[in-house]
């Protein structure tokens, strides 16, 4: 059984997935993508999964207005899954704020260069102290 470090870390590269196949003619199936990344279904990576794609549009439109001198685009596939999972948990889960930052980083930590780390830190929380 996996934890739900591992799983935000599953969540992410399926949403990196996504977003490099979104910008390709390959179609795919979510569900699909998920089962590649997991041997059991789970119900946490389906909900931060689904649950960034349902609301990516808000997710992003926070992002950028939370983001100097950047747009949510902008950064890389990973860094804007760790970004989209983050904001998510913050706004639309019970996940402790503290919890869905410290998690975000710590995956940036380990697939970004510690400038994106600065700033993904500084971007969520002033998504916490203005919007949460």
Known sequence: MKNRSELREISMKVLYQKYILDNTSTKYDIKTLIKEQLEVENAFVNEL?????????????????????????????????????AIYELMYTETPSVVAINEAIELSKKYSDEKVVKMLNATLDKIYHNEV
Not at 54 to 68: F, G, M, P, R, T
Request: proline content about 0%.
């Open 49 to 85: 999964v689904n649950g960034v794609i349902l609301h990516q549009e808000e997710i992003s439109q926070l992002a950028n207005k939370y983001l100097v001198d950047w747009n949510i685009d902008r950064l890389s596939k990973v860094d804007k899954a760790i970004l989209s999972i």
